[in-house]
């Protein structure tokens, strides 16, 4: 098993930014790919962004881009989500999730093994 546990989230102004990061522990796993997603209430849950874990390479969701950068530190098996410019409509329980499977952008949560618990993301305006 692989335990994710995500902190960083908190209640923020519209224009500020937040860092999340998301710390793999237990038997971590040839991970492929380690993803960001968030789901608001209400609403389905949401590709945000992915990163593979060997090269680095990253993809984000045309609502992101730009805005979000996605990082992460082997040695410590931790990925990062920096947020800048935060709008009201980035409010969401924001998920970190790592897979093993070999994809392309890694878009698609059922690629995905392990699922952290999430951390809330508040934005007012």
């Known amino acids: 098993q692989v335990q994710l546990v995500e902190s960083g989230g908190g209640l923020v102004q519209a224009g500020d930014s937040l860092r999340l990061s998301c710390a793999a522990s237990g038997r971590t796993f040839r991970a492929f790919a380690m993803g960001w997603f968030r789901q608001a209430p209400g609403k389905e849950r949401e590709f945000v962004a992915s990163i593979r874990w060997s090269s680095g390479s990253t993809w984000y969701a045309d609502s992101v881009k730009g805005r979000f950068t996605i990082s992460r530190d082997n040695a410590k098996n931790t990925a990062y989500l ?12 924001y998920y970190c999730a790592v897979g093993s499977s070999l994809c392309s952008g890694c878009y698609d949560p059922r690629v995905y093994d392990f699922w952290g618990q999430g951390t809330q993301v508040t934005v007012s305006s």
Do not use: G, I, R
């Open 82 to 93: 920096q947020m800048n410019s935060l709008k009201p409509e980035d409010t969401a329980v």
